[in-house]
């Protein structure tokens, strides 16, 4: 095959280098050549790359690395804790305090403690410049890669290999803290690991020890101070209430509210005697002046009464004895008969004196009521007058216990805290579950996985070197292509016809260019991208606008893939040719009720896809304006080969909206000549379709 360029110059191909295919791919046969014919230095840069790096990795120093585990859980008895804390929850530990406490494991003030006691500074591993100060890292230092060890101080160099030597982690989904440490020595690495995880457990009790003495020493300052104040504000009260005359009686009330309420109870008691004492009066000489007989308590509490009435008893006995002998005119019989009148007289008469008796004592217990009620009146108006007083006495009693109760509880924090640091009641938020040991392998470096990278590495660059100088070296896949010497250009792409020019006032316009859907459909595949999308309009409703979007999309179909989208939301048809009628479409999609994926459904007849209106209900314009249908046509623009609107009616939509979705517009009318097919034309020209051509429908096809 000879490859020939656009000025039909013949070009003989390069031994040794990938052929072209036809569309411009690469020969892979002829790429697996190419590398066999050079695998002897492939080989052998592979093999040199591997050698460097045993060598490389066998002149390192080995590090050993021991790891130690720490656990982050609150260790604190519940029944030394302070009493403010006791129902608080602190067994949970959140991610955040788990980073937290890795930043305590590295801090330098916890660093600087390990480097100390294990004599870091004094091994030539840690600080460098007691071996002498290496060139290379001088030469870095100058050249400001890294920093030159002579011009930084002992410490900091020890600091540097130890971070260097250092890693600190958390495992994941727990509150464990790894703690690794590499060294040359193994022994020093589980010494240092172990080191760091004890002196991390011996500063976070330290601190609470510290903040717990230290809270100690500001409530004793406290404590004194609050002394005095409440020593002050009960002083003030007491003064003040010997100033105003205010005393307190036994229930702890102002003695002018004691005799209130004291008197207020007499006058009780008296008001209530005294209708006692009228009403049993009124009920006593009642009973008399009615000649019934008296039967009262107070009459039966009467000595006299008693005696009358046992006589009157004997009397009426003795009569009824006599009756039974004697007839009634006898002596005897009347003799008893005027000793019971008698005592019935004299009964009528003392009940009339114990009467006069309840009513004087009726008096004088109004007499007292009356005293009473003059009484309350004085005290009344002097407790009006220390009302004020009072007052003010309760707001320094208030104040006064204010200060006392807040020393109370500063003395009950006091007591806890003095107990907490007597007894180093504070063990620290962590500890040791796994404890660091030396290694018997070294960490690092990996000699075998280190070895077997570079090898890969090399025997990859040195393919990669070898197929891009081969594929650089093929002639350009832009050249045409022929059989032997008759090489051939592609054939030319026919361009759509372009639009007339709009006639002059007062000259007969020419008729409009007329083309069918096969030559439609040619002249979008020879376009290029130019063609990859085109809008389907009708002049007017029912010309047969979605019939040949559909024609056309099937058209374009035999050869490409061409995606059918339906923008005509005053009359949406091209669900009824879907696999999935009910399938939600653009107006879903615009609402955010539907995925992209969701709205995409084929053709019954045909390797068209479908994207339908959906139910646009009375959303069709909010729906065209909305600027997602420029995103969801680019999408589908890179997803198909094709891409073919139908938007329906011109009379019905506003078509300036649909002219930057695709620019190539198809022109459906049943009459090319009518006035209106000019007019609707003219009207897509201004909206900003730059290339439209003119299809003649049918009203048969509107209705198929």
């Not at 000595?303 to 006599?322: G, H, K, N, P």
């Not at 005293?371 to 006064?400: C, F, G, H, P, Y």
Request: glycine residues 6%; hydrophobic residues 45%.
């Amino acid at each position: 095959m000879l490859f020939r360029n656009k000025s039909k110059v013949a070009v003989p191909p390069t031994p040794a280098v990938v052929s072209a295919a036809i569309a411009g791919e690469p020969d892979l046969r002829g790429l697996g050549r190419v590398l066999w014919q050079k695998k002897t230095k492939i080989l052998g840069f592979t093999l040199l790359a591997a050698a460097f790096a045993f060598l490389v990795v066998n002149a390192i120093t080995p590090r050993y690395r021991s790891e130690s585990r720490l656990l982050l859980d609150t260790r604190e008895n519940v029944f030394l804790r302070a009493e403010a804390d006791k129902g608080v929850d602190r067994g949970t530990v959140d991610p955040e305090a788990v980073t937290s406490q890795i930043q305590l494991v590295l801090s330098r003030d916890l660093a600087r403690d390990v480097i100390n006691k294990e004599k870091l500074s004094d091994k030539p591993e840690f600080d460098t410049n007691l071996n002498g100060i290496p060139a290379l890292r001088t030469l870095l230092g100058l050249l400001g890669i890294g920093r030159d060890p002579s011009t930084m101080s002992r410490e900091e160099r020890t600091m540097e290999s130890y971070y260097d030597r250092l890693s600190v982690s958390a495992v994941e989904k727990s509150r464990v803290i790894m703690i690794d440490f590499s060294s040359a020595d193994p022994e020093l690495a589980a010494r240092v690991a172990n080191t760091i995880a004890e002196m991390y457990l011996g500063v976070q009790q330290a601190v609470k020890q510290d903040q717990t003495r230290a809270a100690g020493n500001w409530l004793a300052g406290e404590i004194d101070k609050m002394r005095t104040k409440v020593a002050d504000a009960e002083a003030n009260v007491e003064a003040y209430r010997v100033k105003s005359n205010l005393f307190v009686g036994s229930n702890n009330s102002s003695l002018p509210n004691q005799q209130l309420t004291e008197i207020n109870s007499q006058i009780a008691v008296a008001r209530g005697q005294k209708a006692d004492l009228e009403a049993r009066a009124r009920q006593l000489r009642d009973l008399v002046r009615s000649g019934k007989p008296v039967e009262s308590s107070d009459i039966a509490n009467s000595d006299s009464m008693r005696r009358l009435v046992d006589q009157r008893v004997a009397f009426r006995s003795q009569l009824a004895e006599q009756s039974s002998t004697l007839l009634d005119q006898h002596p005897r019989i009347k003799e008893l008969r005027a000793q019971i009148a008698e005592l019935d007289h004299q009964i009528l008469s003392e009940g009339e004196r114990l009467a006069r008796q309840l009513d004087n004592d009726a008096a004088v217990a109004g007499n007292r009521l009356e005293s009473l009620t003059a009484s309350i009146d004085q005290v009344k108006k002097l407790a009006s007058q220390t009302n004020e007083q009072d007052v003010q006495l309760r707001a320094l009693e208030r104040e006064a216990k204010t200060q006392r109760d807040l020393l109370e509880s500063y003395l009950a924090k006091y007591r806890e805290a003095s107990a907490r640091d007597s007894i180093i009641a504070a063990p620290p938020e962590a500890r040791i579950i796994s404890r660091a040991t030396p290694a018997t392998k070294p960490a690092y470096p990996k000699k075998l996985p280190t070895v077997l990278i570079a090898a890969f590495a090399a025997f990859a660059l040195s393919a990669g070197f070898t197929v891009t100088g081969a594929l650089l070296a093929s002639p350009p896949a832009s050249y045409s292509y022929g059989y032997g010497a008759a090489a051939f250009e592609p054939p030319p792409m026919p361009r759509m016809a372009s639009p007339p020019l709009a006639p002059a006032a007062g000259i007969a316009a020419a008729p409009l260019p007329v083309s069918t859907v096969e030559q439609i459909a040619r002249g979008l595949r020879h376009a290029g991208e130019a063609g990859r999308r085109v809008t389907v309009v009708g002049t007017m409703r029912n010309v047969g606008t979605t019939y040949a979007a559909i024609t056309l999309a099937r058209a374009l179909a035999h050869a490409a893939n061409v995606v059918l989208v339906d923008l005509a939301f005053g009359a949406p048809n091209l669900s009824v040719i879907s696999t999935d009628p009910k399938a939600p479409g653009i107006a879903e999609l615009v609402r955010g009720s539907a995925s992209f994926g969701d709205i995409i459904t084929r053709d019954q007849y045909s390797n068209v896809h479908l994207v339908a209106a959906g139910n646009v209900g009375n959303d069709g314009a909010l729906i065209a304006a909305s600027p997602a249908l420029a995103t969801v046509i680019e999408a589908l623009t890179h997803s198909y080969n094709h891409v073919v609107i139908d938007i329906g009616s011109a009379a019905d939509i506003a078509v300036e909206r649909f002219a930057s979705l695709a620019t190539h517009a198809v022109l459906v009318a049943v009459d090319p000549t009518h006035p209106a097919t000019k007019a609707a034309r003219e009207r897509l020209m201004m909206a900003g379709f730059a290339d439209i051509t003119l299809l003649v429908g049918r009203v048969q096809s509107a209705a198929a």
